[in-house]
C-alpha cells in the first residue's frame, strides 16, 4: 500500500515537475483589441463575480457658474472577474504597486485645494480643482 502512494507521488510530482517546463504563455491581442486610460473605477460583487467598471470624468458647467456643476462620468469598459480571478488581480496590483512605491516613493492621493474667495474681476473660465 505505501508503494502505491510513494509511487503515485512520484508520477505525481514527475508529471507536475514536465509541465511546469514544458508550459509556454503566448499574449496575443487580437484586432479588436484596444488600450484604455482610466481616472478612476467603481463597482461591485455577488456570490458569483466581481464588476468593475473604469471610467472618465469630464466636467460640465451648465448656465451660471455660481449653478451646480455636472460632472458627466463615462464608463470605458467594465471587467468581470470570478472571485479567484479577483483574488489573483488584488495580490498582482499589491505586488507592482509595492514594487513602485520601493522605486519611486509613496504614491499620493490628490487633495482637495482649499476653495478660493471669489475675485472681482471678470473671467469668463472656472477654476476646476480635481472634478469633485
Known amino acids: 500500500m505505501t508503494e502505491d502512494v510513494e509511487s503515485r507521488e512520484s508520477i505525481e510530482s514527475s508529471a507536475a515537475k514536465k509541465s511546469k517546463k514544458g508550459i509556454t504563455v503566448e499574449f496575443i491581442k487580437p484586432e479588436s483589441f484596444r488600450q484604455i486610460y482610466a481616472i478612476g473605477a467603481a463597482g461591485g460583487h455577488s456570490p458569483y463575480d466581481f464588476r468593475i467598471g473604469f471610467y472618465n470624468d469630464t466636467p460640465k458647467i451648465l448656465g451660471d457658474a455660481s449653478e451646480s456643476r455636472v460632472i458627466e462620468r463615462r464608463v470605458e469598459a467594465e471587467i468581470i472577474?470570478?472571485?479567484?480571478?479577483?483574488?489573483?488581480?488584488?495580490?498582482?496590483?499589491?505586488?507592482?504597486?509595492?514594487?513602485?512605491?520601493?522605486?519611486?516613493?509613496?504614491?499620493?492621493?490628490?487633495?482637495?485645494?482649499?476653495?478660493?474667495?471669489?475675485?472681482?474681476?471678470?473671467?469668463?473660465?472656472?477654476?476646476?480643482?480635481?472634478?469633485?
Not at 495580490?91 to 492621493?109: C, D, K, M, T
Open 81 to 132: 472577474l470570478s472571485p479567484v480571478a479577483a483574488l489573483e488581480l488584488n495580490r498582482w496590483l499589491s505586488q507592482h504597486i509595492n514594487e513602485y512605491e520601493s522605486v519611486f516613493g509613496p504614491i499620493a492621493r490628490a487633495t482637495p485645494r482649499p476653495k478660493k474667495e471669489p475675485t472681482k474681476s471678470v473671467d469668463e473660465s472656472t477654476n476646476i480643482q480635481g472634478y469633485i
